[in-house]
Nanobody, 121 residues
């Protein structure tokens, strides 16, 4: 079993930065990912990272602005720079016991409760 708890969301202005955290408990040698879901829209892949941290993946919309990482204390981070109003969404952390980089929500077994990110213009 894996438990995921996100934190770090909030209200920021366009151009600001924010770092999300995902605390992982239970089995930790899982590939991780961040997804986001805006109101009335599907849940979209944002970024992924392998269990070792050696491989990272990004959606084109966030490449060069967002950075995913993980530490040895079972926490996964999403550093978000130059945030824009279109980044407004609930951000979810997800885990799967296989390779990283898959972009479909159905590929992931475990999910956090989500954290709201709102970017004002």
């Amino acid at each position: 079993q894996v438990q995921l708890v996100e934190s770090g969301g909030g209200l920021v202005q366009a151009g600001d930065s924010l770092t999300l955290s995902c605390a992982v408990s239970g089995r930790t040698s899982y590939a991780m990912a961040w997804f986001r879901q805006a109101p009335g829209k599907e849940r979209d892949f944002v970024s992924g990272i392998s269990w070792s941290g050696g491989n990272t993946y990004y959606a084109d919309s966030v490449k060069d602005r967002f950075t995913v990482s993980r530490d040895n204390a079972n926490t996964v981070f999403l550093q978000m720079n130059n945030l824009q109003p279109e980044d407004t969404a609930v951000y979810y952390c997800a885990a799967r016991p296989y390779q990283a980089g898959d972009t479909r929500p159905t590929d992931y077994e475990y999910w956090g409760q989500g954290t709201q990110v709102t970017v004002s213009s």
